[in-house]
């Protein structure tokens, strides 16, 4: 968790699975982001006690805002389109199995 100095900035409102995805994306090149609203993860959000409309926004490190927008920009269309790729591909295994087995 950030440090009582830390001062962070609304980054953006995504879905749930992509908001953890960008927390994700931020923390591996170093920079700190959290989401506002837990739901029970305690490991990547700084619990506010959750509404409906926090749900989805996450917070960065105010002095690496414009970074972390390059970063996000960049990397989360690739891990998006690579998680979908893995679904197909089990997808259609899954369908060839289920085919296979008639």
Known sequence: MPSDSFRSVFFGRYDE?????????????GIEAFTKASRGDHTTAIDYGPTFSDIGVVMVDAARERE?????ERELPAQLEAIRRTMDAMEETGSAEDDGGL
């Open 68 to 72: 972390a927008r390059t970063v996000v």
């Open 17 to 29: 699975y992509e908001a953890q995805l960008v927390v994700e994306i931020l923390r591996a090149e």
